[in-house]
């Protein structure tokens, strides 16, 4: 296609892709996007375990000490049921 215009016997070339290949281009640009679109959900998700964490911290004082790392979606502290 980078010859197109370009002289060939004193008349400029025209050069175009075939069908096939407007249609192979469309199709590799529509999967380059949604695998962009995947690894972006897939990058800013991380879900964290931290242990040691004292039993009588609220999920509000949690939120404090981790927020300066990042926006914090959700917060689940596991709880005895019996004992809370």
């Keep these: 296609m980078a010859l197109s215009g370009q002289p060939l016997l ?3 070339m025209i ?3 075939s ?3 407007i249609n192979r ?3 590799a640009t529509k999967y380059r996007q949604e695998q ?3 690894k972006s959900r897939h990058d ?3 879900k964290l375990y931290i242990g040691g964490i004292k039993s009588n911290m609220s999920d509000s004082e949690i939120r404090a ?3 300066p790392f990042g926006e914090i979606e ?3 502290v596991p709880r005895d049921p019996h004992t809370g």
């Design 10 to 12: 004193g008349q400029p």
């Design 15 to 17: 050069i175009q892709a």
């Design 19 to 21: 069908q096939a290949e």
């Design 25 to 27: 281009q469309a199709q």
């Design 36 to 38: 962009a679109k995947k």
């Design 44 to 46: 800013d998700t991380l």
């Design 65 to 67: 000490i981790f927020s």
């Design 74 to 76: 959700l917060i689940e």
